[in-house]
């Protein structure tokens, strides 16, 4: 398969991305694979809203690019901050014309606060942003007849001079897996935009979907891309204590910004005594906030009290919230929320420019798996959907200049060698490859999440390496499937979090070494 640009990953970046092409060259071709449905992502998920300035006679550029700084910890690009603030505001139109729906109010859009934030600048619909989002941007994307969907296919590497034998070093597509038949298809692509999100299902606790397990930072690393940031992974501080069929549910920031309070599980209220922010301090505050008090009580969780928030305010604005609650018999905000912290958001990814680009030619790497500067060593609460927007946009121009200069020739690409496929041994079991999974789980919860050490680090490198053995093991020996390739990534992306993280020698946001305490 050839095409003019292809596109892997389908939430907000991906769609805007692939939007703003077809809308502005409708003669291009561009393909876009989704690893499961169209509907599937960590767009989806996303509660709280975008963090956009909107209320210009309370709220300005300069406060949200000092709060973006200051929940940055001195790791943010101020350049980049300043643009992304700035054109947010025209971002968020393009969005709601094509169709999104935000809460409204007598005056303008309903805004909402959350942690590390100054003013009310949160636009949202309900606690569901994300997923009108994501099925606003569908609709919009399949008026487009220049764009073909291939849904339930998976990244496995990326197509390069490793593979083509030539000197262009670029990128030229990408070898996906189909995950229903099991077999791989070469798409090869003048331009390759990775939008595949984070890796959160490293952590045995996340409010990432299934399918959140670095596929992107995975094949970038194999293909030798410069990556950096990747010890600053975001905890929610909230996320449901009990999963619903196996899944973590997210308790939106938002709930604390109208009102909630955290208490330990015995009733008394403890963030007034860690921050003067209290419950709106920034997230990484918050969580590590949450993580003491359940390492020192021996809970397993805190108390989200919300009876500050009036039945029908919560009922209003939170009702996907309450009716998970619902569902393992938790009433809010009549009765506490029992939460605990869980792996949100990777704040590090594959490094990029002000236009998303990557330092392998022809390849783009946009939204949760890029490393753009906005976001330093925390990430401000609702900047990520923003990021989004912001850089698909310039991506996308971007894109359009490359594609009108000098590339290789067509007749190049058509000709890029297919998956070598080999004689196998036999076919692992997917139990193997299950407890693998929860195996390396385990290890970076233990040793590489909140809470680091020295000591911890070096012994999540020596067990990793006894994993990493296995899963090339089993990758050499077997007919490569989907299980395979998600073990192999989060291998991959677990092995660069631990060798960053022993290079960071202070706390910086939303690292935490204990042996840095002074």
């Known amino acids: 398969m050839y095409t003019n640009i292809l596109v892997i990953g389908s939430g907000i970046s991906g769609l805007t991305y692939a939007i703003k092409i077809a809308e502005q060259n409708p003669s291009l071709e561009i393909v876009m694979i989704s690893k499961n449905s169209l509907l599937e992502s960590n767009t989806k998920y996303a509660q709280g809203g975008i963090a956009v300035v909107s209320n210009f006679k309370k709220d300005s550029f300069d406060k949200h690019v000092e709060d973006t ?15 992304v603030v700035k054109e947010g505001h025209e971002r968020l139109q393009e969005l709601i014309h094509w169709g999104t729906y935000f809460d409204k109010q007598k005056n303008g859009l309903h805004l909402t606060q959350e942690g590390g934030h100054s003013e009310k600048r949160i636009v949202h619909h309900k606690d569901k942003t994300g997923l009108e989002i994501q099925q606003s941007l569908i609709r919009k994307i399949k008026t487009f007849p220049n764009i073909s969907l291939l849904e ?10 490793h593979h083509s034998g030539s000197k262009y070093k670029r990128c030229y597509g990408a070898y996906v897996i189909s995950n229903l038949k099991q077999e791989i298809v070469k798409i090869s692509a ?28 995975g094949a970038a690393y194999r293909a030798k891309v410069y990556m950096e940031g990747l010890p600053f992974v975001q905890f929610h501080p909230t996320a449901l204590y009990p999963k619903i069929n196996g899944n973590t549910f997210l308790i ?21 005594h860690y921050h003067p922010k209290a419950e709106l301090a920034s997230r990484d505050i918050v969580a590590r906030s949450i993580a003491e008090v359940v390492n020192e009580t021996g809970d397993e969780f805190v108390l989200l009290d919300c009876q500050a928030i009036s039945e029908k305010e919560f009922k209003n604005q939170f009702p996907t919230i309450q009716e998970n609650c619902k569902k393992v018999k ?13 792996a949100h958001y990777f704040c590090g990814g594959i490094s990029v420019n002000h ?21 330093g060593a925390n990430r401000l609460a609702s900047n990520s959907l923003l990021e989004s927007l912001v850089f698909s946009h310039r991506a996308a121009l971007d894109t359009i200049d490359q594609i009108r200069g000098e590339l290789p020739p067509t007749d190049f690409y058509l000709k890029l060698p297919k998956w070598k496929e080999e004689h196998y041994i036999s076919n692992e079991k997917i139990s193997a490859i299950v407890h693998m999974k929860k195996q390396l789980q385990d290890l970076m919860t233990a040793k590489v999440g909140i809470f680091k050490t020295s000591q911890g680090l070096s012994e999540s490198e020596t067990e990793l390496k006894k994993i990493f053995l296995e899963t090339q093991s089993i990758y050499q020996q077997n007919k490569l499937t989907l299980g395979i390739c998600e073990l192999r990534n989060m291998v991959s992306v677990a092995y660069l979090m631990i060798k960053q993280s022993q290079d960071l020698k202070q706390n910086k946001g939303v690292f935490y070494n204990q042996d840095y305490v002074e």
């Open 69 to 83: 700084l200051i929940a940055g910890a001195g790791e943010c690009n101020r350049q980049v901050v300043e643009f």
């Open 152 to 161: 339930n296919h998976t990244l496995v590497d990326l197509i390069t001079d």
């Open 190 to 217: 003048q331009i390759t935009v990775l939008s595949t999100g984070g890796a959160g299902q490293l952590f045995s606790h996340t409010t990432n979907p299934k399918n959140a397990t670095g596929d992107g930072l």
């Open 252 to 272: 939106s920031e938002a709930v604390r910004g109208e009102g909630g309070i955290l208490k330990s599980k015995s009733g008394k209220r403890f963030m007034v």
């Open 330 to 342: 938790i009433n809010p905000p009549k009765d506490p929320i029992p939460v605990i912290p869980a």
């Open 355 to 375: 236009f998303g680009e990557t330092r392998l030619k022809g390849l783009y790497a946009i939204g949760e798996c890029s490393y753009t500067g906005l976001h």
